[in-house]
């Protein structure tokens, strides 16, 4: 029994979006959330950079006592994530991928929508993953500019923000999208303006929230890292930006209202 923390970490905010999956399904595993804020958002640097700066989230979450890592972060996973394997070989992590697997096996029409950052939809992850169904099913691919600035500023009920989502996503449902993946842990926080848009058209919005819980339970299982049953869990915020952005992380993870899942 292990009743360390579990680290998890995202560019900003997005992040919370696995944060609430993980605290609903491991209601005993402590959580400690470092948001990185100061660098956000990662979707259109270089690798490099956000190599750079999940290497320091990882070694922040480290000193701080974390058991495992869970990257709550599609671009730093496609990024980055085998370099820190490599690097921290004796620790585990959980990585990101976006839903591309079921949403392929369950759709009707045939075309699926992907929404994500320009670094992931490059990723040999995703195009790896989303080869393996081109012959069967038409996937449509779309940056979500501006979704992450929206999310981060709490613009998610805007009209501005509405307009931003409506021009990617318009564009999918009239092609015959019944399946939208959502490829970016900020972007779930824009579900509720989805679906909104989305109306009575049978289309599902798909995220990776509950099956990275999934994945991050089986490996503490098997690493003989669960925290004792009973075990009263801690939620911990921490970020490279101020107390104010701190207090934003706390506040959005606890939020209901508008940015609910
Ligand atoms: N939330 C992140 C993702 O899942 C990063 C978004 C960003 O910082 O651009 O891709």
Known sequence: ????????????????????????????????????????????????????????????LLDNGCKLIVVACNTATAVAVKYLREMYADIQFVGLEPAVKPACLTTRSGVVGVLATARSLEGELFLRTSSLYADKVKILKAVGEGFVEAVENNAEDSHETETLVRRVLEPMLDAGADRIVLGCTHYPFLRTLMERIIGSRDVEVLDSGAAVARRTALLLEQSGLCADEGHTAEYVFMTFADEDYRRRLEGKAFAKEKTEL
């Open 1 to 60: 029994m292990d009743n360390r923390p579990i680290g998890v970490f995202d560019s900003g905010l997005g992040g919370l979006s696995v944060w609430r999956s993980l605290r609903e399904a491991l209601p005993c595993e402590s959580l400690l959330y470092l948001g990185d804020g100061k660098n956000c958002p990662y979707g259109s640097r270089s690798a490099d950079e956000i190599r750079r700066f999940s290497v320091e989230a990882v070694r922040c």
